[in-house]
């Protein structure tokens, strides 16, 4: 009896509970389990705007994942996954290869500009903590040299995308920005916050009741919304957008493109059939024709039904985890010589801050608003913990004060 090779690849929300949950259902000699991840240490993704805004500290929302690994099951090697070679059953890092009998693929997401120009050079972006701090400082370095500058033009952030992030990250900025004013001796008065979004409306997984809410809350804030407006380019003076046709610049001196995420561009180069680096899997969550690769988290379509009518689930943190259970699940069962089951989404419901005492949301078929939300949220993101880290972690780094 030869011992399988298990290789888990990414320690975000899919990767690292795919792994809590293998160390709990297999004992020592029943499979070789790895993991790979870039960082030493797993980063809350939903927390990132509030890294960007600087209403938390970047290592508020990070844990090492030897937290969670159990050494004398899982052996965690810090490295980047370059390449996997799906047929060759091996995986290339910059550490050297991994061979594996079972892979698991939870690599995550990035940041998508849908090809619009001077996106990728001119924009900040919130997908890593390393993006969401270079976003903070630009933004606190127009704060300290303002007064230096001349103080001649407004301090304006533009922010692209009144989606979930863009939105979550207003609610941020507009509790931050008046902390940056007073530390900087500079009237709130002097500063614009303004959020383009294409789209005819925002929020589209919110009743007009919820999303009307935060807009006013938000709006009574100073942000501003210019909804319907497509950011044709970005450039160094801000975002250039379309109005009646007409192309107009946005001045600005910072901006932050929240619109589009995508999964790893690894996939694309690993997997046949990947869209915006996202593969369709099987009930089982295993891809076609490798009954092995498990892929899950963001890189994942997970679709919600059969047949031509059937649409991926949106990619959450939620379901990440959710998946990385099921993985584990079906992994004990494939070791154990049974069948795989399929997987079966249970949606509790989704709450967007606004801020660290507001926000709108639905949770288990319900809408709620104001502090009850801010409340729902603390509890949802100290859950996501609980749930990977056990009681000591979410202790330690849970939102219950
Ligand atoms: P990730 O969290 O992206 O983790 C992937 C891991 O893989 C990371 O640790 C990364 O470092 C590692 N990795 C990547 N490339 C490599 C490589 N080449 N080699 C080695 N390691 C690598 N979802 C919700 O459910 N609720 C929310 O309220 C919510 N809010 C959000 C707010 C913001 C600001 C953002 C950006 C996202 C939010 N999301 C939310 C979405 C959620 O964060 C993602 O769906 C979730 O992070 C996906 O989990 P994952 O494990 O697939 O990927």
New binding site residues.
């Given amino acids: 009896f030869e011992r399988k090779k298990i290789l888990v690849?990414?320690?975000?929300?899919?990767?690292?509970?795919t792994v809590s949950k293998l160390q709990k259902l297999l004992g020592h000699q029943d499979a070789d389990i790895t993991l790979?991840?870039?960082?030493e240490?797993?980063?809350?993704?939903?927390?990132?705007?509030?890294t960007?805004a600087g209403t938390i500290d970047w290592e508020d929302g990070v844990y090492p994942v030897s937290k969670v690994v159990d050494a004398s099951k899982v052996k965690f090697v810090p490295?980047?996954?370059?390449a996997i070679h799906k047929d060759e059953k091996r995986v290339e890092?910059n550490q050297g290869d991994f061979e594996y009998d079972i892979l698991v693929t939870?690599?995550?997401?990035?940041s998508e500009t849908f090809g619009i120009e001077g996106m990728e050079e001119h924009a900040h972006s919130?997908?890593?903590p390393q993006t969401?701090l270079a976003a903070r400082h630009e933004i606190e370095r127009n704060f300290a040299n303002y007064k230096n500058s001349g103080a001649e033009k407004d301090i304006s952030i533009l922010v692209g995308g009144a989606g979930?992030?863009g939105v979550?990250?207003l609610g941020e900025l507009v509790e931050s920005v008046p902390v940056l004013c007073e530390k900087y001796g500079i009237d709130y008065s002097k500063v614009n916050l303004t959020c383009v979004e294409a789209a005819p409306s925002m929020l589209p997984m919110f009743p007009e009741n919820l999303t009307d809410y935060a807009v006013k809350y938000l709006e009574d804030r100073g942000a501003k919304f210019m909804i319907g407006t497509p950011i044709v380019a970005a450039n160094e003076d801000g975002f250039v957008v379309k109005i009646d046709d007409e192309e107009q610049q946005l001045e600005a001196s910072s901006v932050i493109w929240?619109a589009g995420?995508r999964?790893?561009s690894?996939m694309e180069e690993s997997f046949d059939g990947v869209k915006r680096g996202r593969i369709v899997v099987k009930p089982d969550l295993t891809i076609e024709g490798y009954e092995d690769i498990y892929v899950?988290?963001?890189?994942?379509a997970v679709m919600n039904g059969e047949g031509d009518d059937a649409r991926p689930y949106?990619?959450?943190?939620?379901?990440?985890?959710q998946?990385?259970e099921h993985v584990a699940k079906n992994i004990e069962l494939t070791l154990k010589g049974d069948k795989k089951e399929p997987f079966k989404y249970d949606d509790k419901g989704?709450?967007?801050?606004l801020g660290s005492k507001d926000g709108i949301g639905i949770v288990m078929g319900r809408e709620i608003k104001g502090k009850k939300a801010a409340f729902m949220?603390r509890v949802?993101?100290s859950r996501a913990i609980l749930k990977i880290g056990g009681p000591m972690l979410a202790y330690s780094k849970g939102k219950f004060f």
């Fill in positions: 690849l990414g320690a975000g929300y899919a990767g690292l509970q790979i991840n870039k960082n240490y797993h980063y809350e993704a939903t927390w990132l705007h509030e960007a490295a980047e996954v370059t890092t939870a690599l995550g997401f990035e919130i997908v890593s969401a979930f992030t979550e990250f929240t995420v999964g790893n690894l899950i988290g963001d890189v994942a949106p990619t959450t943190a939620q379901i990440a985890m998946l990385g989704t709450v967007c801050s949220k949802i993101d």
